[in-house]
């Protein structure tokens, strides 16, 4: 059979953002891929480079479109680690929290893709408006839909709102009753199930060497999480489980995030619970004249797709020196997509790479 | 921009008044757009269209290519490698077409202003009917900016496309000065469609 | 097998069917956004100061500063940001490090247009996209837009801003100065203030913003961002050689300066201003000696000469600046020190003789030559330096005390002593007896420092008599609170009548009648009222003055002295023009006659130390230029022309004359003489009479009158001169003190 | 209790490689080495094979041109140990040449690459070298090394609107408007 080169994207509904598959494909079936970023490269590294500590906080959260607070988490913390800045303790519950609801929003967001991606059209409506709950819930503590510019370095801008607590249990309570409903329109759904079953295959013993991390890693059976392994924040306070599921298939990674996305309604309604009163933040001394000692810095946490990290370098002057950010999506988009594309149907890209969690903006910031 | 010229929409249309009048109406109320997320403001877009804000109250839905779409979304910053797919893909549009820009950096930049990999200015590149103000603006913001647009289509204003084949050298020129590799082959000087 | 369940599942979607859609009405009702949404930004343009902070934060480049109309003033630049929506992120950091908590966002976010252009905008003086601005000469057009026509902000819509102190980037409450305790310090002259440690020294030099408000304040123009970045660098060193680049005497500065510099700084709204005297000062203790560390470049001798009356601050900044700049300089000091009023009034608890010599020695280290116990007029005559040196620089400062002008105090015979004779003595070592009971009158700094130099004489009883109320006193309100904790009684609104005498001429109690503020009708500060009845006796051995100091021109030969009528009749006869007490100068402070430069109290109305030293650096150059225009004959300004804006150089040659018993100022030309015809009609002198007594020049006729004797002022006997203590500018403190005491 | 998984691997490299420049620790569960470079290589298999450092995070480059120095850090995680390395090797900046560990780790080749484009380091072995990847028609020298400044480059190559040219700093205005009489 003939051999036909496909370009899917940069302009494609399937395609999880703006970038672009190389395909070779033999009829319906995929011989090789390769995959062509670039098309969101704004230079953020070297946009930081050019600023001062504080002023590089705004521009950190552009990094990961679905999922900002992730990226001002790991700034500040490596910041701070780099500074010795402390965080007062509210301030750490406060964050925590954060974290959790942009977990939140970003299975929402993902289970619309995912769904979609099949064809199931009603899920993103659901999910997504939704989703504009908890997008409320983050303009009214912090000031943003999106982007949320609420995590700097010393704690959090603002504290929480009057009513919030309630306002919050009440989401969590909505979110978890529409869980039914989600299970039984997307994961509970024989055409789900088909089509998700077996398909985008990741080997367990490939997986740690291919560099994959997690809910695609734990959808192999393998239990690692930044959370557990090496708590930030106040994680060791709470009670969570973190599941595994074997099969390394899309519906194995499509049950770890259902799973996950109880436990994090639990750890929210946990921090609700038990956040103790206090200041939110530390100042920093001067705006436009901190300087941070010289040093270098790994800092991770464990984000909707797996681990994200920032490496940090620092001369001692007001600026950066390097950063250089490591997304889950630059291993899972590029590397691990090449590897897992072969071999399967042309029908089932966009559906792999939604359950990758692939996400653009992140793979070349 | 002051030396381009300014476009007559009616001398395009030679049909009669009342005809006139009904393609506008249906051209106004049935935008497709193209589904190319080209920034961040992508993000905001499925909220719009989603149950919540519901865009296709009006009249509006994706298109899943260029040839089918009345409506071009450039949702925010272009780098200069999408910049290219963007005129091809603006250039492959049928007649009429639309561009709304989102946010800050189509108008001046933005925050990536010293970045080395986004364009500054979006009109110099493709013409615009409609900024909207926000980084990014919200699905409201973007509705409102929705709204303009149809406004500004059934009032005969938003004549971009006119302004672009008009002064098609003009913007080729602005064009190639960006895209180092914008050589015949892939790109004729011809305006194609 | 088939998944029934998988298959059937999906159709419970189907409950949804008849319900209510997540949808909302648009744009039939805006949805409204949350209480801290960041949206569109206003600015309080009234409240805004301009100090360019948003626009140094913005990491987009979004804010330039923009005079949009607004007239610059020393705590205000005019500026006013200007929001590009083109480069905007919503980050508000602009907000969290808005000193004058001035900048706001709102929960507006919809603005939606096709052109361009209209995304520039001057928050708070224009709507979005009402104002189409092509360059900034546009934005200079809105000034014209009314303050009513301004956009105003409703109720509840601004959402991101700073609550208060405690919110936002910027740490408003200054590093505290530890203070010897009020009931130690009374025991001798030690120093008060302890000063900064290096740490604490850091912490309060970083919180500078370094916008630069604090130079347009500074008579001097000292580089006072720059040596706090130093500090916070922790580089001393280069820290005090940019002090010393303006200023030669830095600790004088750093320990009694009336900081003008802090009021207005752009904490001082809102909060503590940046202790920019005590980071001088913290600069300056880090040395033992100066001549270590200062680099300045000491040109050799280039044979002129230059004499200087008066060591005070301003004759020591011209003559080390001068030396500086290869002159030969010499400086004649009646007293036995250097240093002037800064060595004879000022308390050694709060400057001490140490921290004096240290500056003075270095100077004279230097080649600055001094020659102390030396009055002009007395030891020396006028004539002779003028006929010795090639430009001469007056700077003998305010040390004549006036008259209390209370009946009985011609008669005293012991027990009254003006304040700054008390200081002086004191200061020089002799021993001063003020009995156990003092009372002092008058509200300015002299006054305080005259209560508190008294307490520490012996166990004495100190009472300030004050004509106003607590809060009218010109005084630094840190000295009033000083002489608080010191035990120092302040009797407010209380007016000196009578000085009640034993037959011995002694001193033995004041009378004083108590007064009512009332409305001086005219909008003005109210004035004291007397009571009827309600005269009271205070005992007292002593009583000090302190109501105003003023020049002693004794030393100057007639026919340097300026007069106008003889002037008018013969055309020729040209000496130093005086007006009020004060020597008139133009430019760089050259005076009506030539060669003659002078500066210091008796030149500038804010008579203070800084001010001096500001009036000196002014001189140094004009004597440069003076005398490297070679020409002796005439004063040669064309070297000034090129180098200074006309302008702004013409500005200054105005000066008061008398015309047909009308003041008028006149133009004068570069050359010093009357080019035009009166150009300016000024306020006659009655209504000029009026005014200074709106600013409450304590005068006292009569002994004005006295003092005439040696001094031919052709206008001076009806009115009487400004007080010293005005120069003490009145800090916003003082009306939070108000509040306080309330 | 004995010594910490932290200490026990620190000993342990520092018996096996005598070589090392610096070892240290930063912070919790973080060491930072430095080596040689031609030591990367051999230290790097080293670690995955017997040391249970399987997880490859990062390959990142500081560029230090002061002292005409990459400095490329390799960063590996291991899961068992729960430890962090940062390895850390100075190459030369005119001639950065490097050794490719692409065998052992397939991601490893894209994290070369971007360094490839990005700051021009070459990596021997990586037959990708070269490749455009994020960068289309990039016609300055790699945009992520010190020298290459980026404002500069926008306002050569793109426009920006000119409404706003005559953009004042505060604090020069200050200088110039009251600063008159020392100017010199």
Redesign the interface.
């Given at each position: 059979m003939k051999t036909t080169k496909l370009y899917l994207g940069?302009?494609?509904?399937g395609i999880t953002?703006?970038m672009m598959i190389e395909l070779d494909v033999e009829g319906n079936k995929i011989l090789k891929s390769k995959t062509h970023?670039?098309?969101?490269?704004?230079?953020f590294?070297?946009?930081m480079?050019?600023?001062t500590y504080?002023?590089?906080?705004?521009?950190v959260c552009?990094i990961c479109?679905?999922e900002p607070d992730v990226n001002e988490n790991n700034y500040a913390r490596a910041v701070e680690?780099l500074s010795g800045l402390e965080v007062p303790e509210r301030a750490k519950w406060i964050r925590t929290m954060v974290l959790e609801m942009a977990r939140l929003q970003s299975y929402l967001?993902w289970m619309?893709g995912q769904s979609g991606s099949m064809g199931?059209y009603?899920m993103?409506?659901?999910t997504?408006?939704d989703?504009?709950y908890l997008?409320?819930r983050f303009?009214?503590l912090?000031?943003?839909?999106?982007?949320h510019?609420y995590v700097w370095p010393g704690g959090v801008?603002?504290d929480l709102?009057i009513g919030f607590k309630t306002r919050m249990l009440d989401l969590m309570d909505y979110l978890e009753s529409r869980m039914k409903?989600y299970?039984?329109?997307m994961f509970?759904?024989?055409?789900?199930?088909?089509r998700a079953i077996g398909t985008g295959v990741i080997p367990k013993d490939k997986a740690?060497?291919?560099?994959v991390?997690g809910p695609v890693l734990r959808g192999t059976g393998i239990k690692?999480d930044v959370r557990i392994?090496?708590p930030y924040e106040i994680y060791d306070k709470l009670e969570f489980e973190v599941p595994t599921y074997e099969g390394g298939d899309i519906y194995s990674r499509a049950l770890v995030r259902k799973f996950e996305f109880m436990q994090s309604i639990s750890i929210i309604r946990q921090i609700m619970d038990k956040i103790p009163e206090g200041p939110i933040y530390n100042?920093?001394?001067?705006?436009?004249?901190?300087k941070i000692p010289k040093?270098?810095?790994?800092v991770?946490l464990e984000s909707s797709r797996g681990?994200f990290?920032y490496?940090m370098?620092s001369d001692g002057s007001e600026k950066l020196?390097?950063v250089?950010v490591?997304g889950p999506a630059?291993?899972h988009g590029?590397?691990?997509l090449?590897?897992i594309l072969p071999g399967s149907r042309l029908g089932d890209v966009s559906t792999i790479l939604n359950s990758l969690g692939v996400c653009p903006?992140e793979m070349?910031r | 921009m002051d030396d381009l010229k300014r476009p007559t929409l009616d001398s395009d249309f030679t049909c009669d008044m009342a005809f006139n009048k009904i393609t506008k109406w249906a051209q106004k109320n049935s935008l497709w757009l193209l589904a190319y997320g080209t920034g961040c403001g992508a993000i905001e877009l499925s909220p719009t269209m989603t149950s919540r804000y519901d865009w296709s109250r009006l009249g509006i839905r994706g298109s899943a290519t260029p040839r089918q779409a009345d409506l071009l979304l450039i949702t925010g910053y272009l780098s200069t490698k999408t910049l290219k797919r963007v005129i091809r893909s603006y250039e492959q549009m049928q007649d009429p077409k639309y561009v709304i820009g989102f946010g800050s950096c189509t108008i001046n930049g933005g925050m990536y202003y010293d970045s080395y990999n986004t364009i500054k200015q979006l009109d110099l590149y493709i013409p615009v009917d409609v900024y909207i103000n926000g980084c990014m603006p919200r699905p409201e913001a973007v509705l409102s900016g929705l709204a303009y647009l149809k406004d500004k289509i059934g009032d005969k204003k938003a004549d971009g496309w006119i302004k672009y084949k008009q002064n098609f050298e003009w913007y080729r020129e602005n064009q190639k000065k960006i895209l180092k590799s914008f050589n015949g082959d892939n790109m004729p000087d011809k305006y194609n469609w | 097998m088939i998944d029934i369940k998988g298959i059937l599942g999906p159709l419970s979607a189907l409950k949804f069917l008849g319900k209510a859609p997540h949808t909302i009405d648009y744009p039939k009702e805006t949805k409204k956004t949350a209480d801290r949404y960041r949206g569109i930004h206003y600015n309080d343009v009234e409240a805004c100061i301009g100090c360019g902070s948003c626009g140094t934060i913005c990491e987009n480049d979004a804010i330039d500063m923009v005079n949009v109309g607004f007239d610059p003033n020393k705590a205000d630049t005019g500026f006013r940001p200007v929001v590009d929506y083109g480069r905007c992120c919503w980050c508000a950091l602009c907000v969290d490090v808005c000193p004058s908590g001035s900048l706001s966002l709102t929960k507006d976010y919809v603005y939606v247009d096709d052109d361009p252009k209209k995304f520039l905008y001057v928050p708070g003086l224009q709507e979005l996209g009402k104002v189409n601005i092509d360059s900034t000469d546009d934005l200079k057009e809105l000034a014209k837009i009314e303050k009513e026509n301004r956009p105003k902000l409703k109720e509840g819509e601004r959402s991101w801003y700073q609550k208060d102190r405690t919110e936002g980037l910027l740490e408003f409450n200054r590093v505290p100065m530890k203070e010897l305790p009020g009931s130690t310090r009374i025991k001798s002259f030690a120093e008060v203030v302890l000063g900064y440690t290096e740490e604490e020294a850091f912490m309060e030099s970083i919180r500078c913003l370094g916008c630069g408000l604090c130079i347009s304040a500074c008579p001097d123009r000292m580089h006072i961002p720059d040596y706090i970045q130093a500090i916070t660098e922790r580089d001393y060193n280069s820290s005090a050689n940019i002090i010393y680049e303006n200023n030669p005497l830095p600790e004088m500065c750093g320990k009694v300066c009336t900081r003008q510099c802090e009021t207005a700084c752009v904490y001082h709204n809102r909060g503590d201003a940046v202790a920019i005297r005590w980071l001088k000062r913290f600069t300056t203790e880090q040395f033992d000696d100066f001549r270590t560390i200062i680099n300045a470049e000491v040109k050799p001798l280039n044979g002129k000469k230059v004499g200087i009356i008066g060591a005070g601050p301003a004759g020591l900044t011209v003559g080390y600046y001068l030396r500086l700049r290869g002159y030969d300089v010499t400086i004649y000091e009646a007293l036995s020190k250097a240093g002037g009023m800064t060595m004879a009034g000022i308390p050694k608890y709060r400057f001490p003789l140490d921290s004096l010599d240290k500056q003075i020695s270095y100077m004279e280290e230097m080649g600055v030559r001094i020659h102390y116990n030396t009055r002009v007029g007395k030891d020396i005559m006028f004539d002779e330096i003028m006929d010795t040196y090639d430009a001469v620089f007056i700077g003998i400062g305010f040390h004549d005390p006036y008259d209390l002008g209370l009946k009985g105090e011609k008669e005293a015979k012991s027990g009254v002593i003006s304040a700054v004779e008390l200081l002086r003595r004191v200061n020089f070592g002799e021993k001063v007896d003020v009995g156990k009971k003092v009372a002092v009158i008058g509200g300015g700094n002299v006054a305080i420092d005259g209560a508190r130099v008294s307490k520490r004489l012996g166990n004495v009883d100190v009472t300030i008599l004050y004509r106003r109320r607590v809060q009218d006193m010109p005084a630094d309100w840190e000295e009033i609170e000083g002489a608080e904790d010191e035990g120092v009684h302040i009797v407010p609104q209380a007016i000196p009548e009578e000085i009640m005498l034993d037959k011995n001429g002694k001193v033995t109690g004041i009378k004083y009648v108590m007064a009512e503020m009332v409305d001086d009708g005219k909008g003005g500060r109210p004035r004291p009222k007397k009571i009827e009845g309600s005269e009271k006796i205070l005992p007292i051995d002593t009583l000090v003055g302190a109501i105003g100091q003023q020049a002693d021109y004794s030393f100057l030969p007639d026919e340097y002295l300026f007069k106008t009528q003889d002037d008018e009749k013969s055309g020729s006869k040209k000496g130093i023009d005086t007006f009020w007490g004060r020597i008139l100068v133009h430019g760089y402070n050259e005076t009506t006659m030539k060669k003659v430069f002078s500066g210091g109290d008796m030149v500038n109305r804010t008579a203070d130390a800084i001010s001096a030293i500001a009036d000196g650096l002014n001189a140094v150059k004009g004597i440069d230029l003076f005398l490297q225009g070679g020409k002796e004959t005439k004063v040669n300004h064309s070297v000034t022309e090129s180098d200074l804006d006309k302008n702004k150089l013409l500005d200054k040659h105005y000066k008061m004359k008398h015309e047909n018993g009308k003041l008028v100022s006149v133009k004068l030309d570069l050359s010093g003489n009357i080019v035009t015809e009166s150009v300016k009609i000024a306020k006659d002198p009655d209504e000029l009479k009026k005014d200074v007594e709106k600013k409450e020049v304590n005068k006292s006729t009569d002994k004005a009158n006295s003092k005439d004797k040696t001094m031919s002022y052709p206008t001076k006997n009806t009115n009487g001169e400004t007080k010293k203590e005005e120069k003490k500018s009145k800090s916003k403190k003082k009306s939070k003190k108000k509040k306080k005491k309330k | 209790m004995g010594f910490s998984k932290l200490t026990e691997t620190k000993v342990l490299l520092k018996q096996y490689f005598k070589d090392i420049i610096s070892i240290e620790e930063g912070g919790e569960q973080r060491l930072i080495i430095d080596l040689q470079s031609k030591d990367i290589t051999s230290m790097i298999n080293h670690l995955k094979d017997f040391m249970d450092f399987k997880h490859l995070s990062m390959i990142s480059c500081v560029d230090w041109p002061e002292e005409n120095k990459f400095e490329i850090v390799y960063i590996l995680t291991s899961y068992s140990k729960n430890i962090v390395l940062m390895l850390k090797t100075k190459i030369d900046r005119k001639n950065p040449k490097l050794q490719s560990i692409m065998s052992l780790w397939p991601q490893a080749v894209t994290y070369e690459i971007e360094l490839n484009e990005m700051f021009g380091v070459f990596f021997e072995g990586n037959d990708r070298m070269g490749e455009e990847f994020i960068l289309e028609d990039w016609d300055d020298i790699p945009p992520m090394r010190r020298d290459f400044d980026s404002l500069e480059y926008a306002n050569k190559n793109f426009k920006f609107r000119d409404e706003r040219k005559d953009k004042k700093i505060i604090r020069e205005f200050i200088s110039e408007h009251y600063d008159e009489w020392r100017k010199k």
């Open positions: 940069p302009q494609h509904p953002g703006n970023v670039g098309y969101l490269h704004r230079g590294e070297k946009l480079e050019r600023r504080i002023q590089s906080f705004p521009i552009r479109v679905p680690k967001l619309g199931l009603t993103p409506q659901w997504i408006g989703r504009d997008l409320d303009e009214e912090t000031g943003g839909r999106v982007y510019l801008r603002k709102p409903d299970t039984k329109l509970e759904n024989a055409i789900f199930k088909k740690l060497e291919w560099g991390v690692h392994d090496e100042r920093i001394p001067n705006p436009f004249k901190w040093g270098y810095t790994y991770k681990e990290g490496f370098a020196r390097r250089n490591r630059y291993v590029i590397s691990l090449e590897k903006p070349e | - | - | -």
